[in-house]
């Protein structure tokens, strides 16, 4: 048995910031289309705040002594870094696509590459061009790294329905995840709710939360989980609104015919996902570890940007759990996830 002092401290959630990225769509037909909408959907106060914001942080985002500097700060031992979601730019044709996956991939594995011991990477998957996810996983896996980040959606190449993670077109993909047991980390960038949330940051407090929970019930009510019971999926922002709602999601289920494309009662599938610890609040952080089980929770951060935590030991503290649940968060269970002993 793993004495608790030798569990490393392990955080899921943190970013990297890859300029090889933003270099190769820069002048690309859509990306002035794809900012015009983020800035629509975010408004202008909060553009003003984000930029000065994200720029304060470069050096946290891409050098790595910096890094773990402040990981060393914060009492964390290991990192699993993802690209920063802004690179996903899911309006790109197939050809530049492959391109920003390959960048992504190749980036992400060189800067964990300068400190092995404590940084694990994850890759990125085109997501609005479902015929190449699994080519980027695997491309992806043979860097190195433990597995891939994706939003919550993607717009439909052909202006047509979004790319939801329940598509079709995505079973092989999910099969091979499963197959490979690669991480999936779900972290949502931009929300359809649009210039609805544009004005006090909405867009994000209550637009990511949001994107999770409807893109982890696509994922539920679509049967994915039933069809692929070994995925391994984080979800961050633990999950956002469904872990503590989902009693009106077994509700639909047990009453509505249509709302019964899953085997069980959907609070059943949160314990076979994964969620991020990032909640900011302790009564919250204590409600997801009993509906999705402690083994279930891992430590996260959203290292650097402000809406994360700069003290998530701190945060986790706060919830005073006992002893064994605490250090299941801190890093035992992500230990176990990856493989680590």
């Known amino acids: 048995m793993t004495e608790p002092e030798s569990i490393p401290t392990i955080d899921v959630h943190a970013h990297l910031l890859l300029p090889e990225v933003e270099e190769v769509v820069a002048g690309r037909t859509g990306l002035a289309q794809a900012r015009d909408l983020d800035a629509r959907r975010n408004g202008p106060a909060a553009l003003a705040v984000s930029g000065p914001m994200v720029g304060a942080r470069v050096p946290k985002l891409t050098d790595v002594a910096v890094r773990l500097a402040a990981m060393d700060a914060q009492g964390v031992d290991i990192q699993l870094v993802s690209p920063s979601p802004s690179h996903y730019h899911y309006w790109a044709d197939p050809q530049l696509a492959e391109k920003v996956r390959r960048l992504a991939n190749e980036g992400t594995a060189a800067h964990c590459a300068k400190a092995p011991d404590r940084l694990l990477g994850l890759g990125l998957v085109p997501l609005q061009h479902p015929d190449l996810a699994v080519e980027s996983l695997d491309h992806a896996l043979a860097q190195g790294l433990r597995g891939v980040e994706l939003s919550s959606h993607a717009p439909s190449p052909g202006g047509t329905r979004e790319?939801?993670?329940s598509d079709p077109r995505l079973a092989p993909f999910w099969a091979r995840a499963q197959e490979t047991g690669a991480l999936v980390f779900l972290h949502p960038f931009g929300c359809t709710l649009d210039d609805r949330l544009d004005q006090w940051y909405l867009s994000n407090t209550v637009g990511q939360p949001t994107e999770n929970a409807v893109a982890?019930?696509?994922l539920i009510f679509s049967g994915v989980l039933d069809r692929h019971p070994g995925l391994r999926l984080i979800?961050?922002?633990g999950g956002g609104y469904l872990p503590t709602h989902i009693g009106r999601s077994d509700h639909a289920w047990r009453v509505r015919p249509d709302a019964q494309g899953c085997?069980?009662?959907p609070s059943s599938y949160l314990r076979q996902l994964y969620f991020d610890s990032l909640?900011?609040?302790?009564?919250v952080l204590r409600e997801l570890l009993r509906a999705?089980?402690?083994g279930r929770v891992l430590l996260g951060s959203d290292f650097p940007f402000d809406m994360g935590t700069e003290d998530p030991l701190g945060a986790l503290r706060a919830a005073d759990l006992p002893d064994a649940d605490f250090h299941s968060v801190r890093g035992a269970s992500?230990?176990?996830l990856l493989d680590l002993f």
């Open 263 to 265: 085997a069980r009662e």
């Open 279 to 283: 909640v900011h609040d302790p009564q």
């Open 216 to 218: 982890l019930s696509h």
């Open 235 to 237: 979800a961050a922002h």
């Open 334 to 336: 992500a230990a176990a």
């Open 163 to 165: 790319v939801e993670l």
């Open 292 to 294: 999705a089980g402690p």
